[in-house]
């Protein structure tokens, strides 16, 4: 971290906030338009530092939208609550009668994408005095800190992810099952690698996290489950994360590629707003062969060789199989 100098920043003055990443941005105001200087200046810090926080931006939703233009185009959640009039812009605003949703759980954002954002910019509109902190974590810092054994081991393995939680928000009766399946056709499950290389540091970060990765790719069960409980637990470790803690009119914009959230419920029944935008990202890459499915394939017996445990080439047929066939 920090291998940017403050020569390297002439517009922006930062202040570093964590020991391994984010920065307080100051002299920019977001009202007007920024100079490309600032813009170029600001993107580098952004990749540098993981994330960036403004503060007192007493700023529209409009200025926030133009802001985080800059860095590419803006997408629309298909699952948050969004303004009617603007879908790129989400809007969190709970008190006692809206209580938060699915946010308390350590994840990046949208990873269920088959390109999930590059970064999101979250503002604070009106948020309590006490309670309501975002925690951030550093995934590189997490991947830095692995055993040169667990890094290999990790390394060109594939993870599985879903929109899980958001399945909840459909109604538990035939309508609401139709409705998640039309969702679940257009939001089908996507393969990421576990470790992910940063397109603009080249850093590498764990990229799995408990909301939206379900499995690791072509690995049994049980040693999925394990290696994923250990890599969710990195975003826990004191070292990684950074607390913060909002006052309104404070802007955050943090790189979705290498850090994870986790938005702290404890403030709720007080009413806490904040609006989001998310912009778009690529397609995340590892620098790394991908694992054969030979060398995840485990087995409880041992087997001739050449011969693949599995459930293929029963006999006789399956039964879903004949029905399948028969509704041809
Ligand atoms: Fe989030």
Same mark, same amino acid.
């Given at each position: ?173 035939? =309508? $609401?099952? #139709?409705?998640? +399946? ?13 470790? @992910? *290389? ?106 001739? =060789? $050449?011969? #693949?445990?599995? +459930? ?13 066939? @028969? *509704?041809?």
């Amino acid at each position: 971290m920090g291998t940017g100098s403050s020569q390297d920043y002439q517009k922006i003055k930062l202040r570093k906030l964590g020991a391994y990443f984010g920065a307080e941005v100051n002299g920019v105001d977001l009202t007007k338009k920024l100079t490309s200087k600032e813009v170029i200046e600001i993107t580098q810090a952004l990749a540098e530092y993981e994330f960036l926080v403004f503060k007192n931006q007493n700023i529209s939703s409009e200025d926030q939208i133009r802001f985080a233009e800059i860095f590419g185009k803006l997408s629309v959640h298909p699952f948050s609550p969004n303004s009617e009039k603007i879908p790129e812009l989400i809007i969190f605003e709970n008190d006692e009668n809206n209580p938060p949703f699915g946010t308390d759980i350590w994840h990046s954002d949208e990873t269920f994408r088959d390109s999930p954002p590059m970064a999101t910019c979250l503002r604070a509109i009106d948020v309590p005095k006490v309670g309501g902190d975002t925690l951030f974590s550093s995934m590189s810092a997490a991947y830095d800190g692995l055993s040169e054994r667990m890094k290999s081991y990790i390394s060109g393995l594939e993870a599985i992810h879903d929109f899980k939680p958001f399945k909840k928000l459909f109604d538990n009766d035939e =309508a $609401g099952m #139709k409705d998640l +399946h039309r969702f679940e056709l257009m939001w089908p499950p996507v393969t990421h690698p576990v470790v @992910r *290389s940063h397109p603009v540091t080249g850093r590498k970060v764990v990229f799995v996290n408990p909301q939206f990765t379900v499995q690791i790719k072509g690995m049994n069960e049980f040693e999925s489950r394990s290696l994923l409980t250990d890599l969710f637990d990195l975003a826990k470790i004191p070292e990684y994360q950074y607390r913060l803690h909002w006052e309104n009119n404070t802007m955050v914009l943090w790189d979705n590629r290498s850090v994870q959230h986790y938005a702290v419920h404890d403030y709720w029944p007080q009413r806490r707003h904040l609006e989001r935008v998310t912009i778009e990202g690529d397609k995340p890459f590892g620098s790394d062969v991908v694992a054969s499915e030979e060398s995840l394939l485990g087995g409880k017996s041992p087997r001739p =060789a $050449g011969v #693949k445990p599995g +459930h293929g080439n029963h006999a006789p047929k399956r039964e879903f199989l004949r029905e399948i066939e @028969r *509704s041809k």
